[in-house]
């Protein structure tokens, strides 16, 4: 009953930008970690960026200084903003959300986007 959704995602010239947006949607009662992955083709799902409810960020090294994760959590929204983009950044991005969901038990649930696809070219 949480759905993901991610936009933003296109085409860009190395040196440009993006701005990734998460909707996370249904029954929550709150969500405490989201974070942004990405899949390049051959490569397994790394993480990019997360945000703990209380703000801590984490970045993997290789974009750090470039990108900036953030959120929303009045409208439980997260968002990536990528500057400078590389070449190598190009991957299929999802969104992910650690969340407990309301019920007649709240269960603590992880939930994925549907991903977003960011392609960097020369």
């Known amino acids: 009953q949480v759905q993901l959704v991610e936009s933003g995602g296109g085409l860009v010239q190395a040196g440009g930008s993006l701005r990734l947006s998460c909707a996370a949607s249904?029954?929550?009662?709150?969500?405490?970690?989201m974070g942004w992955y990405r899949q390049a083709p051959g490569k397994q799902r790394e993480l990019v960026a997360r945000i703990t409810s209380n703000g801590s960020t984490n970045y993997t090294d290789s974009v750090k200084g470039r990108f900036t994760i953030s959120r929303d959590s009045t409208k439980n929204m997260a968002f990536l903003q990528m500057n400078n983009l590389k070449p190598e950044d190009t991957a299929v991005y999802y969104c992910?959300?650690?969340?407990?969901?309301?019920?007649?038990?709240?269960?603590?649930?992880?939930?994925w986007g549907q991903g977003t696809l960011v392609t960097v070219s020369s």
């Open positions: 249904g029954r929550i009662f709150s969500i405490n970690v």
């Open positions: 992910n959300a650690a969340l407990f969901q309301t019920g007649i038990i709240p269960r603590y649930v992880e939930v």
